[in-house]
């Protein structure tokens, strides 16, 4: 068995579980309101803005056997970068406050995550960022699309408001997956392999986190309304 197929396999639990979070499913089937798709963009914001320097740091710790790993973070860097300023072009469509979301911080789910991915490749393995690769692209290419319709749909916006970071993530992730599959599968270190399917075990769950948080923030708000 390839190890893409191991990662697919032994991280199938924590996948389904994510997949099966009760707002991911009622944005899937009948969308969200407004608001809580901007939260959505709020969140991913700052997770997005340090994808660049997890990558960079994830090269930083690589060593001098390493070389097909370092030409793919550089490469994954190049084409990562800006991705934060789609998603607060998006705000700003929607009619949100893109500024108050630059000079912000995410909400506690996402700031774990983000920290976890820092440490995981400091402390564990620089290949642990793949884990959080992942997870993010994997759940892109999956969703981004369906989620994207639906979505817009639902809020009834023209093409091109408010959506530019979902279609083109979800369009451009079906490239990155590919090209995931054939970086994972070039990998030989037992070590390597098990920090990638750790870190995207914890990613899933810290992920999802981050959208029972919005949506248990709208619950409150309604509740106190």
Avoid at 79 to 99: C, P, S, T, V, Y
Avoid at 174 to 184: C, S, T
């Amino acid at each position: 068995m390839q190890f893409y197929d191991r990662l697919m396999l032994e991280t199938r639990p924590e996948r389904d579980g994510f997949i099966a979070t009760p707002v991911i499913q009622r944005a899937l089937s009948e969308g969200v309101s407004a608001p809580m798709y901007t939260a959505f963009l709020g969140e991913a914001y700052h997770h997005v803005r340090h994808t660049c320097r997890l990558l960079a740091t994830a090269a930083g710790r690589c060593g001098d056997h390493d070389t097909a790993y370092l030409s793919a973070l550089l490469e994954y860097i190049g084409e990562e970068r800006g991705h934060e300023e789609w998603i607060l072009n998006d705000i700003e469509a929607l009619g949100g406050d893109a500024k108050a979301v630059r000079h912000g911080q995410g909400d506690l789910p996402c700031r774990m995550m983000v920290a976890y991915v820092y440490y995981a490749i400091e402390h564990i393995s620089p290949y642990a960022m793949l884990g959080m690769v992942h997870v993010l692209e994997g759940m892109s290419a999956a969703l981004a699309a369906a989620a994207a319709g639906k979505l817009q749909a639902s809020l009834g916006l023209p093409d091109g408001q408010g959506f530019s970071y979902l279609r083109s993530h979800g369009a451009l992730d079906q490239e990155h997956v590919a090209f995931f599959r054939d970086l994972v599968n070039g990998i030989s270190d037992p070590a390597a392999e098990q920090a990638i399917i750790e870190t995207a075990k914890i990613v899933y769950r810290l992920y999802g986190d981050i959208f029972r948080g919005i949506d248990r923030r709208f619950v409150e708000v309604a509740h106190a309304a």
